[in-house]
């Protein structure tokens, strides 16, 4: 499965941007699915992550109650909705996922990941 990531770009602190990471070659619907972010001079961490049912999901502390993962099977499509951007929120932003895991299970840690989008450059300026 091909990953392609958008939706990037330079917003001002406070701000909202909506990441899409589109598939194709293979449908979603039983894949898992991650967002993780490496900033420069940092290792990759994890960010979020929806289990292929879509009924589960879970987040990082530094943006729990912020940014929201969703996926939509019909469109092959997941989404990372990241609302009151903060500084340090400052990264390349990459998709992954996973199959063969069971319906509701989260994947938390990258090299559980298969397949990566090429990431997505998200800056927040003050």
């Known amino acids: 499965v091909q990953l392609q990531a958008s939706g990037g770009g330079l917003v001002q602190a406070g701000g909202s941007l909506r990441l899409s990471c589109a598939a194709s070659?293979?449908?979603?619907?039983?894949?898992?699915m991650g967002w993780f972010r490496q900033a420069p001079g940092k290792e990759r961490e994890f960010v979020a992550t929806?289990?292929?049912?879509?009924?589960?999901?879970a987040y990082v502390d530094s943006v729990k109650g912020r940014f929201t993962i969703s996926r939509d099977n019909a469109k092959n499509t997941v989404y990372l909705q990241m609302n009151s951007l903060k500084l340090e929120d400052t990264a390349v932003y990459y998709c992954?996922?996973?199959?063969?895991?069971?319906?509701?299970?989260?994947?938390?840690?990258?090299?559980?990941?298969?397949?990566w989008g090429q990431g997505t450059q998200v800056t927040v300026s003050s």
């Open positions: 992954a996922a996973v199959e063969g895991e069971p319906r509701n299970s989260l994947v938390t840690t990258a090299r559980e990941y298969d397949y």
């Open positions: 070659g293979r449908t979603l619907s039983s894949y898992a």
């Open positions: 929806i289990a292929w049912s879509g009924l589960r999901s």
